[in-house]
């Protein structure tokens, strides 16, 4: 499965010999035991199911990358230690938020939140709103910052650009959102793979590889329109009765839990009229 995931160009045998709705059946009864009964109705093929972007890109690969960015780029700015350097580090990115006046900001940022501290791999933290805004500030940062006579370098910078470009096919406006999110999808994923190979025999923490980075192939290059099938409404909505459930008294129960998300949503919401 490992050797699955790391096979990214063009010549990976996913891209050329694609399971069937049958194939796909028999993997999953091979790992599991047990069919989903979705899938025992009449008419549901796999290849009716859409695979959602906040989850395998904007908490997944952007996340991944983002998080492995600003471990390597930290260490860039002139400062006596590391705390002091990612202060400077967030820095510019209030004043991105500024410049490009941006609404998803993060309150602050700090080493953990890209470095774990239980020894995880490097990774950003935070909401996928939120980390979705800093991918057009990584490749400004990484053109004002990384020197393309270092390799590594060199390769953090393409991997920023081609990010920003796949990010920037989801604009409804976009000429050609198909074609690019496939090439730069691509070619965003071999350089990923490639830093993974350079830094890992000194640190398995970096550039980790992991499963989402391939439904990202998927997702870039099914010829798709993800803005159409995300799942941000739903997400959102599902975090505003999260918050009108939570309750500071009274025996947490089904009915009361219920009744709390009812009448602050009646409360928050104008009174819904039939004229």
């Known amino acids: 499965m490992y050797s699955e995931v790391k096979s990214v160009g063009s010549d990976a045998s996913w891209r050329t010999r694609p399971l069937s709705h049958g194939d796909n059946v028999l993997r999953i009864l091979q790992h599991r035991g047990f069919l989903c009964k979705l ?19 904007d908490l997944g690969v952007a996340a991944d ?4 960015f600003f471990h390597e780029i930290v260490d860039l700015f002139p400062a006596a230690n590391k705390k002091a350097r990612c202060a400077q580090l967030f820095q510019e ?48 940062l990484a053109q004002e910052m990384l020197d393309l006579e270092v390799p590594k370098q060199a390769a953090l910078r393409h991997a920023a650009f081609h990010l920003n470009e796949v990010y920037g096919a989801l604009s409804a406006d976009h000429p050609s959102p198909c074609a690019t999110m496939r090439e730069h999808g691509k070619r965003f994923a071999l350089l990923y793979v490639a830093l993974h190979e350079h830094c890992n025999p000194t640190d398995d923490r970096a550039f980790r590889i992991k499963p989402k980075l391939h439904l990202f192939l998927h997702i870039t290059s099914d010829d798709s329109i993800p803005r159409l099938t995300w799942t941000y409404r739903d997400e959102d909505f599902g975090g505003s009765v999260a918050r009108m459930a939570r309750r500071r008294g009274n025996l947490l129960c089904c009915r009361g839990t219920s009744l709390s998300v009812l009448t602050k949503f009646k409360l928050a919401n104008p009174c819904i009229r039939i004229l």
Not at 39 to 57: G, N, Q, S, Y
Not at 107 to 117: A, Q
């Open 93 to 140: 990115v209030l004043a991105f938020y500024e410049e490009h006046n941006i609404a998803d900001r993060m309150d602050e940022l700090l080493l953990s939140f890209f470095e774990p501290k239980d020894g995880g791999p490097y990774k950003l933290r935070g909401s996928a709103a939120k980390i979705r805004a800093l991918v057009p500030f990584v490749w400004i």
């Open 39 to 57: 899938l025992e109705a009449p008419w549901v093929k796999t290849d009716i199911f859409r695979m959602d972007w906040l989850h395998i890109c």
């Open 65 to 68: 990358f983002i998080g492995n």
